[in-house]
Nanobody, 122 residues
């Protein structure tokens, strides 16, 4: 399985960005996918997760501002981010794990992309 993120960049507070993740190598359709982020000196944290049947869960810090979605036909995952804040600045990673579930714990995911940087200035 390979995951490739794109869409990061630099924006001012209040701005928007859309991250994308292209996935390849899936041999079946039962996958849980998620976005994580890690800022310098901080632990990796779960941002949003989407289950194989479309269920979603979000970190409290991004609820109402971020939306996770997927296109099963194209094997792509997206994270639409609105009203970005300086504290959203981090490297964002796409992750996947086969099976059902809705975990936001990074230890549950076995496949990772290389990350894309998001920088929000005040």
């Amino acid at each position: 399985v390979q995951l490739v993120e794109s869409g990061g960049g630099s924006v001012q507070a209040g701005g928007s960005l859309r991250l994308s993740c292209e996935a390849s190598g899936f041999t079946h359709s039962i996958w849980c996918m998620a976005w994580f982020r890690q800022a310098p000196g901080k632990e990796r944290e779960g941002v949003a997760v989407i289950s194989s049947d479309g269920g979603t869960s979000y970190a409290d810090s991004v609820k109402g501002r971020f939306t996770i979605s997927k296109d099963n036909a194209k094997n792509t995952l997206a994270l639409q981010m609105y009203n970005l804040k300086p504290e959203d600045t981090a490297m964002y990673y796409c992750a996947a794990v086969d099976g059902y579930g809705l975990s936001l714990s990074w230890t549950d995911f076995g496949y990772w992309g290389q990350g894309t940087q998001v920088t929000v200035s005040s």
